[in-house]
Nanobody, 116 residues
Framework: QVQLVESGGGLVQAGGSLRLSCAASGRPFSSYAMGWFRQAPGKEREFVASIRWSGGSRYYKDSVKGRFTISRDNAKNTVYLQMNSLKPEDTAVYYC?????????WGQGTQVTVSS
């Protein structure tokens, strides 16, 4: 099994930046595709960004393209989400996800709050 722990969330003003980290343990990190999802109050969890095991293919939700960057450091078993030019609508709990075929794991989430 894989355990995921997110960190780096907090309160930031609009236009500011945060970098989220997700530390993985339990299985070889490099064999999993990694992603970030978020869930705002009263809304469904939605996809934000993902990166394949090779690190060469990245995908983003349209509204965060050009502002967010997902990356991974397999040697450190860690995936990152660099968030720039944050907007109040980015406010949500952000969750880390690890996926490999039928294996699917989630972290506990970290709160990101963007003030106007």
């Amino acid at each position: 099994q894989v355990q995921l722990v997110e960190s780096g969330g907090g309160l930031v003003q609009a236009g500011g930046s945060l970098r989220l980290s997700c530390a993985a343990s339990g299985r070889p990190f490099s064999s999993y595709a990694m992603g970030w999802f978020r869930q705002a109050p009263g809304k469904e969890r939605e996809f934000v960004a993902s990166i394949r095991w090779s690190g060469g293919s990245r995908y983003y939700k349209d509204s965060v393209k050009g502002r967010f960057t997902i990356s991974r450091d397999n040697a450190k078993n860690t995936v990152y989400l660099q968030m720039n030019s944050l907007k109040p609508e980015d406010t949500a709990v952000y969750y880390c996800n690890a996926n490999r075929g039928s294996d699917d794991y989630w972290g506990q989430g970290t709160q990101v709050t963007v003030s106007s």
